[in-house]
């Protein structure tokens, strides 16, 4: 299998959202990895890939309001307090490691490893296209179970909210060849 190199322009964004009782006070959010390693082989259609993404490296974008990220939805006490639990309570083991791979460029399953657990997805609306001098651009979506991954229920006060077990994993990926 040839190895490809990610790009600096790859994205993996993170939505959560707010489900329960008092969920229209919470918000749906969007965070952002950064400081993304991974080793991607590439045969043919035939592909398969090791990414780890560092906690310390998740940021929050913004809030939703349906597909529309608001950057401006938080203030920075707020976005420092949600980096804060997501490392302390949320992810404490440091690094997110995932496995994923494809018998062709159209599909593929996701598996993440996380110390309390394992969770395999199929990887959704998955897209390559190519680019300039023998590049890929692939794109994709997975919905991941933060129980199967072992992570306990994010709440807010007195339970008046929760974060949705189902989160949304999107990415846009360049390969250099």
Not at 82 to 90: C, N, Q, S, Y
Not at 131 to 143: D, H, K
Request: glycine share 10%; charged share 30%; proline share 4%.
């Amino acid at each position: 299998m040839a190895q490809r190199r990610l790009d600096e322009a790859s994205t993996f964004t993170i939505r959560t959202r707010a489900e329960g009782m008092l969920s229209k006070l919470a918000h749906d959010l969007e965070l952002v990895a950064g400081g993304v390693t991974a080793e991607v082989d590439v045969e043919g259609e035939t592909w398969r890939a090791g990414l780890v993404f560092p906690v310390d490296r998740i940021d929050v974008v913004g809030t939703l309001d349906g597909d529309r990220v608001d950057r401006g939805g938080l203030n920075r006490i707020e976005r420092m307090e949600i980096k804060r639990r997501l490392r302390k309570e949320v992810l404490p083991d440091h690094v997110v490691r995932v496995a994923a791979e494809g018998p062709s460029f159209s599909e593929g399953k996701l598996t993440l490893l996380a110390p309390k657990g394992q969770h395999e997805v199929p990887l959704q609306a998955l897209s390559v296209e190519p680019a300039e001098r023998g590049q890929l651009i692939v794109e994709g979506r997975s919905f991941v179970s933060l129980r199967a991954l072992g992570i306990k229920e994010i709440k807010g006060p007195l339970g008046a909210f929760k974060v949705s077990d189902a989160v949304e994993l999107r990415f846009r990926v360049k390969l250099k060849s």
